[in-house]
């Protein structure tokens, strides 16, 4: 997903004041955004009844999955943690970060990780340096994570007063939270800053598990981790090719929605957003290419028919902030002219997961490939 550009940590008040508003404008399209899927189903990490997804390999797709009527909401169940063995941190840790700069993380007793889909959080948890972690962002509710206090605040919100009551060593952040006025507080109080790729995609789950772990000094256990994670997403999108139709023109026209009806927000997602990725991966035809649809863009009636997609892609809390389908029908009404719209065709997944990518990769992908083709295959647990 684009992000902000984050200036140099020492920039000029103007640029400061840029990337303020540009994190307000991300916030907005993102705020309200938890990793192998529990086939017998359980609870998600706010006490709802998780979807009991089964394996690629035990569905049989619909004849006809053009002709499914009706949303399908997938729930994933709280990830069961697979944690490397015994990780040992050797410091001083010195890496250049996303932004380029050097930082020398000393010592890794009290760790934050922190970003919009709770990503670096998973990644420190599943590098076996959990029981350092001391604090969490709103989007990190995993169960091993949701006793940790709260170092954000309406949302996503970056709070300094939080954070420095914690007293971490070292703070691993991107450029998907603020604001960046805090991270440069945290800097002048003497705590190493991380900055870490913020975008998300297959193609850089190693590298970006790779940038977590060398700054926590355990680079070994970022090797075998980042292995471990792509490989799994390697083997699930092979395995959606057995379940998606082999000729592009059979595959399930796909766009991403992203909506927040209260505040009047409205976008599809397009090429390099990261929901292009996904949809590619799990099977279906990304029409954003097609109509040359780039980034994040407001939607319009005029795109939806012009893109005539046979599902939408969304978040859960985003189609209900609309009152579901009904409500999108009635914000967008040439929907009904598309494909989508006339069988009522929607995906939605959870806002904290479905762009997250890194540990939570092929869950979500199979998951996503199930319910576009196999979607009699789902249940609630």
Known sequence: MPHPVVPHRRTTAAARAALAV???VLTALVAAC???VDAAGGETGDGRSATAVPALADVAPLADPRGWDGPVSVRLPDPALDPVDDPRPS???RVTDAQGD???VTDVSRILALDIYGTLAHTVFELGLGDRVVGRDVSAQFPEAADLPLVTQGGHELSAEAILALDPTVVLTDSSLGPYDVLLQLEDAGIPVVFTDSRRGIDNIASLTQEVADALGVPAAGRELGARLEQEARATVDEV???????LAGRL??????VRGQAGVYYMFGEGSGADELITAAGGYDVA???GWDGMQPVTDEALVEAAPDVLLMMDEGLESVGGVDGLLERFPALANTPAGEHRRVVSMDDDVVLSFGPRTADVVGALAVALYAPDA????
Not at 241 to 247: E, G, L, T, Y
Request: proline fraction near 9%.
């Open 91 to 93: 410091l001083p840790a």
């Open 253 to 258: 026209r796909t766009v991403f929605l992203y």
């Open 34 to 36: 938890s990793p192998a």
């Open 289 to 291: 290419e097609e109509i």
């Open 378 to 381: 789902l249940s609630a647990g």
């Open 241 to 247: 090719a057995d379940v998606a139709p082999q000729d």
């Open 22 to 24: 540009a994190a307000l």
């Open 102 to 104: 050097e930082v020398v």
